[in-house]
């Protein structure tokens, strides 16, 4: 690991920056310090501070959805009240209203599982019922074009 000190410049300038855009840390100063080591770590190995909470490929182009503050920060902080590593919370998460046990993974599908789910078939008939497990949202076909069905990063279980 680099220096010390490369390490506290970074914090402070993730703290900075936050609070100059008007986000709010994890107060768990523990939680929050793991994070910026991983973020640290991250940036050290990748040249850029993927999220910690996630498996980076190591090329920029493909990770720069989760380069943080990730793509998926603002909406997950808006219906959780916290993002997926907790790095960034609000009042909600805070007042424990929201966010506190897991949040699903807003990120599409990881890449092997997609190349997995590319090799089958999935929908093949019309009015086939499809469900969630992560967010409860069913759906049901009305064209067959035989692709597999995902959602919140996985695919969706037949249900009927
Ligand atoms: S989930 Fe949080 S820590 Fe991870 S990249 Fe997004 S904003 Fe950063």
Redesign the pocket.
């Given at each position: 690991m680099n220096s010390r000190k490369g390490f506290s410049e970074f914090k402070r300038g993730i703290e900075e920056k936050a609070e100059e855009t008007g986000y709010a840390l994890n107060p768990d100063r523990k939680a929050l310090d793991m994070?910026f080591e991983g973020?640290y770590r991250n940036l050290e190995r990748y040249g850029y501070p993927?999220?910690?909470?996630?498996l980076a490929e190591g090329v920029f182009e493909k990770d720069i959805d989760?380069?943080?503050?990730?793509l998926?920060?603002d909406p997950?902080l808006y219906y959780h009240g916290r993002?997926?590593?907790?790095?960034?919370v609000n009042e909600d998460y805070i007042e424990k209203r929201k966010g506190q046990g897991p949040i699903p993974e807003r990120r599409p599908m990881k890449r092997a599982a997609i190349s997995k789910v590319g090799d089958r078939i999935g929908v093949k008939n019309v009015g086939e019922r499809y469900r969630c497990n992560i967010c409860g949202n069913e759906v049901t076909v009305t064209k067959v074009g035989g692709g597999v069905l995902v959602c919140c990063g996985e695919e969706m279980e037949l249900i009927q």
């Open positions: 994070l973020l993927s999220c910690p909470c996630r989760i380069i943080c503050p990730c998926y920060r997950d993002c997926y590593c907790s790095l960034y």
